[in-house]
């Protein structure tokens, strides 16, 4: 690539970072050439960039409906360069820049095309054949909802998103909405979303070729189930289409805040979603079962020592109160067992579900067969062509992340990047590869390596390095 094709490329990458953080990461390769590069090919604001990536998103999704018999990925990318360079806009892209945006999308295999253009037909049992986890659906369920919910909030947005999963997928399936913004490219934000309101500036819902599959899979599915007062009336406008169109309506849409002030959104937290099970409570219920029934054996014993002069009869009425609580206890220990041993086979089908569906993913059709090719490549047998080993690196990824939301994470660090943070921030944020010899409140750090999150969740922090401040600098 080009300077030129490499700062539009940059700007796609980080469309969501603000410009200072641009020109900051920018400078760090263009010095100071760096504003000039970004004016000259019209992204220099954070608008500009916002433009170009959802504009770009919307044409490739278009492309990818309008097209659905185009499997081979040159083809598609070929298709989405030339219709772009058709637009008025001052960006021209190339092959390059087109296979590496469409490579950030949810949208980059085959099979994922799939799934979104059976949703774009209202069809989502078509797609859960191709993905049947809720990742594209959640997605673009809240790019359709922040198109017609005034004033951005997302917490309204969230509830809908939720109330429309949970028509489709059991509670063993299902993950909050809110674990999905990041990848519809929104952040999580009290009162106006300032991305959300952005993405309105220049999308409207009649601009996205999926908005009447959603409306036909919300309808649909609102006949046989109960929705609540809030979808209730996003229903009822949805009904006025037909009179006065889907982009009116939009504009119009407004809801009470007395139903948005009642709802009861309860996923507002990160990682209340996890598969994980917790057998604590079991396994507690059963040690204080057999705590009582400890100190009621000792209790009788005691009793019985003294009160043996007390005569037979006494003895007899105390042996057998001692059986019946022995027999109580007995059957609750065995229910108990039971219900641990119910628990963990629950636990192991869960997690071989999951195991299982990551396999296909990577080793079945569905990954083009992926895991085959890399273990030939494990064993010296290489491709000609050393693109195709980046492809395939990049194709394992994205699998990755469709199937079991692995991301990378890195805090919005650049690897090598140089920056301060302090002492609270390193511990909390970052792992470091050695202690830390500054005494100072504020450290000097290098990125060295990627952390790793689950949906959303993080499970690996980023590895940093300390730096030592040159003579000079501020410590």
Same mark, same amino acid.
């Given at each position: 690539?080009?300077?030129?094709?490499?700062?539009?490329?940059?700007?796609?990458?980080?469309?969501?970072?603000?410009?200072?953080?641009?020109?900051?990461?920018?400078?760090?390769?263009?010095?100071?050439?760096?504003?000039?590069?970004?004016?000259?090919?019209?992204?220099?604001?954070?608008?500009?960039?916002?433009?170009?990536?959802?504009?770009?998103?919307?044409?490739?999704?278009?492309?990818?409906?309008?097209?659905?018999?185009?499997?081979?990925?040159?083809?598609?990318?070929?298709?989405?360069?030339?219709?772009?360079?058709?637009?008025?806009?001052?960006?021209?892209?190339?092959?390059?820049?087109?296979?590496?945006?469409?490579?950030?999308?949810?949208?980059?295999?085959?099979?994922?095309?799939?799934?979104?253009? !059976?949703?774009? %037909? #209202?069809?989502?049992?078509?797609? /859960?054949?191709?993905?049947? $986890?809720?990742? =594209?659906?959640?997605? *673009?369920?809240?790019?359709?909802?922040?198109?017609?919910?005034?004033?951005?909030?997302?917490?309204?947005?969230?509830?809908?998103?939720?109330?429309?999963?949970?028509?489709?997928?059991?509670?063993?399936?299902?993950?909050?909405?809110?674990?999905?913004?990041?990848?519809?490219?929104?952040?999580?934000?009290?009162?106006?979303?300032?991305?959300?309101?952005?993405?309105?500036?220049?999308?409207?819902?009649?601009?996205?070729?999926?908005?009447?599959?959603?409306?036909?899979?919300?309808?649909?599915?609102?006949?046989?189930?109960?929705?609540?007062?809030?979808?209730?009336?996003?229903?009822?406008?949805?009904?006025? !289409?037909?009179? %006065? #169109?889907?982009?009116?309506?939009? /504009?119009?849409?407004?809801? $009470?805040?007395? =139903?948005?002030?009642? *709802?009861?959104?309860?996923?507002?937290?990160?990682?209340?979603?996890?598969?994980?099970?917790?057998?604590?409570?079991?396994?507690?219920?059963?040690?204080?079962?057999?705590?009582?029934?400890?100190?009621?054996?000792?209790?009788?014993?005691?009793?019985?020592?003294?009160?043996?002069?007390?005569?037979?009869?006494?003895?007899?009425?105390?042996?057998?109160?001692?059986?019946?609580?022995?027999?109580?206890?007995?059957?609750?220990?065995?229910?108990?067992?039971?219900?641990?041993?119910?628990?963990?086979?629950?636990?192991?089908?869960?997690?071989?579900?999951?195991?299982?569906?990551?396999?296909?993913?990577?080793?079945?059709?569905?990954?083009?067969?992926?895991?085959?090719?890399?273990?030939?490549?494990?064993?010296?047998?290489?491709?000609?062509?050393?693109?195709?080993?980046?492809?395939?690196?990049?194709?394992?990824?994205?699998?990755?992340?469709?199937?079991?939301?692995?991301?990378?994470?890195?805090?919005?660090?650049?690897?090598?990047?140089?920056?301060?943070?302090?002492?609270?921030?390193?511990?909390?944020?970052?792992?470091?590869?050695?202690?830390?010899?500054?005494?100072?409140?504020?450290?000097?750090?290098?990125?060295?390596?990627?952390?790793?999150?689950?949906?959303?969740?993080?499970?690996?922090?980023?590895?940093?390095?300390?730096?030592?401040?040159?003579?000079?600098?501020?410590?």
């Amino acid at each position: 690539m080009n300077t030129i094709e490499r700062v539009i490329d940059f700007s796609l990458k980080n469309y969501g970072k603000g410009s200072e953080k641009i020109l900051e990461l920018l400078a760090q390769e263009f010095g100071e050439e760096t504003e000039s590069l970004l004016r000259k090919v019209s992204l220099y604001s954070f608008d500009k960039r916002n433009n170009l990536y959802w504009k770009l998103q919307i044409l490739c999704e278009k492309t990818i409906f309008e097209n659905p018999q185009i499997e081979n990925e040159d083809t598609l990318i070929s298709l989405i360069k030339t219709e772009w360079n058709k637009l008025d806009e001052p960006q021209k892209l190339t092959m390059d820049l087109c296979a590496n945006f469409l490579s950030l999308t949810k949208l980059k295999y085959n099979h994922a095309r799939k799934a979104f253009i !059976y949703i774009c %037909q #209202g069809d989502l049992e078509g797609s /859960k054949l191709f993905i049947p $986890d809720q990742r =594209i659906l959640t997605e *673009l369920l809240i790019r359709y909802f922040v198109c017609f919910l005034e004033g951005e909030n997302d917490i309204q947005i969230l509830s809908l998103v939720d109330e429309v999963i949970s028509w489709h997928y059991t509670v063993e399936e299902t993950k909050p909405a809110q674990q999905y913004l990041l990848g519809a490219g929104f952040r999580l934000k009290k009162g106006k979303n300032g991305r959300m309101a952005a993405y309105k500036k220049i999308i409207n819902v009649d601009g996205l070729c999926f908005a009447e599959g959603l409306e036909k899979i919300i309808l649909e599915s609102s006949k046989h189930c109960k929705p609540s007062e809030l979808m209730k009336v996003f229903i009822d406008n949805l009904h006025g !289409y037909s009179e %006065q #169109g889907i982009t009116q309506t939009a /504009k119009n849409l407004k809801i $009470d805040k007395g =139903i948005t002030d009642s *709802l009861p959104y309860s996923q507002t937290l990160i990682g209340n979603s996890d598969e994980t099970i917790d057998l604590m409570g079991a396994t507690s219920e059963q040690e204080t079962v057999e705590k009582d029934l400890n100190q009621a054996l000792s209790s009788i014993h005691r009793a019985m020592e003294k009160m043996k002069s007390g005569g037979n009869l006494l003895l007899t009425v105390l042996e057998e109160e001692y059986s019946n609580k022995l027999e109580i206890a007995e059957d609750e220990l065995k229910r108990l067992n039971m219900a641990l041993e119910q628990e963990k086979e629950r636990v192991r089908q869960t997690e071989e579900k999951v195991l299982s569906n990551l396999l296909k993913a990577l080793g079945g059709s569905r990954g083009d067969y992926l895991l085959s090719d890399l273990f030939e490549e494990s064993q010296g047998i290489k491709p000609n062509n050393p693109n195709i080993s980046t492809g395939r690196l990049v194709n394992l990824f994205s699998n990755l992340n469709l199937t079991i939301g692995l991301e990378e994470f890195s805090n919005f660090k650049e690897i090598n990047e140089i920056f301060i943070v302090t002492r609270a921030e390193l511990i909390k944020n970052y792992e470091t590869n050695g202690p830390i010899s500054s005494d100072s409140d504020e450290i000097k750090v290098k990125l060295l390596k990627y952390g790793w999150m689950l949906n959303n969740r993080i499970i690996i922090p980023p590895l940093v390095t300390e730096m030592k401040f040159k003579d000079g600098e501020e410590n």
